[in-house]
């Protein structure tokens, strides 16, 4: 079992009036948080509110750009982008965020992509480099996270950055290491002590388990749980008491990257 590992939640997700997820309990529970930049949630106030409150519980923060997709969420693909356009746009969000950031005493460590982007970029090489790029433009120290064996992974190191190799507690996993679609049976977990022992089982085994009950080695340095799901707060509760029960120590992966 390794000594320490992230966790991590997708947070800053309201927009205006409209109210995603428990932000105030999640950064009393996770030493990483992934901020949305406006382009699937999130707003100026809410970036700002969302960054005071990871600076005030030490939390550190990352970009979480996404497609420009306010109506879906950032979960509907969308095919046809130009490479350099995502590229642009996600220099566009991570520099926003940089910038609210800075205006509140922290700072952004690194990038995660979300939703669509997220899972497409784990398999397109181009948009894998178009987030990577963006990624090294607004700052070669930021950290790249995603998730092991990916395109995105391997675009980060290709262009020199550090990557942070990132887990699901809450998402089932097909036999390519790759993320069940939402749209398939069985693709979420919503039981907090299952994803507790999964994570547990994945971490003494440095594997993740497939649907299929394939074992797929990984490298694990963060965590995540996501922050709209409605038993978000009691999942990442329990599954940091777990992980400290079992002597595992939660602090932000830059501990480990350094």
């Not at 520099?95 to 952004?108: E, F, K, M, N, S």
Request: aromatic letters at 4%; proline letters at 4%.
């Amino acid at each position: 079992m390794q000594a320490s590992v992230d966790l991590n939640s997708d947070l800053g997700e309201s927009f205006g009036a409209w109210r995603m997820g428990d932000d105030e309990a999640m950064l009393r529970i996770v030493s990483s948080a992934n901020v949305a930049c406006g382009f699937h949630a999130g707003d100026p106030l809410v970036m700002w509110r969302t960054c005071e409150l990871a600076k005030a519980n030490g939390v550190a923060i990352g970009a979480h750009p996404s497609f420009q997709d306010l109506w879906g969420f950032g979960r509907r693909p969308i095919q046809g982008e130009r490479p350099d356009d995502i590229m642009r746009q996600c220099v566009y969000q991570i520099g926003a965020l940089q910038a609210v950031a800075a205006a509140v005493g922290h700072r952004v460590t690194h990038v995660k992509p979300h939703g669509s982007l997220g899972n497409m970029a784990a398999e397109d090489d181009g948009l894998a480099t178009a987030v990577a790029e963006a990624t090294r433009a607004c700052g070669r120290e930021l950290v790249l996270v995603a998730m092991p064996g990916s395109a995105l992974e391997r675009a980060g190191e290709r262009l020199g950055l550090r990557v942070a190799r990132e887990v699901f507690a809450d998402r089932a996993y097909d036999d390519r290491g790759m993320l069940v679609s939402r749209k398939l049976p069985g693709a979420m977990l919503h039981d907090a002590h299952e994803a507790a022992r999964r994570i547990l089982a994945m971490l003494d085994e440095r594997a993740i388990t497939s649907q299929s009950g394939k074992k797929i080695p990984v490298r694990i340095d963060t965590i995540c749980v996501h922050g709209d799901n409605p038993a978000a707060v009691a999942m990442a509760r329990t599954i940091r008491a777990e992980l400290e029960r079992a002597g595992v120590a939660i602090r932000p992966f830059l501990d480990r990257l350094a």
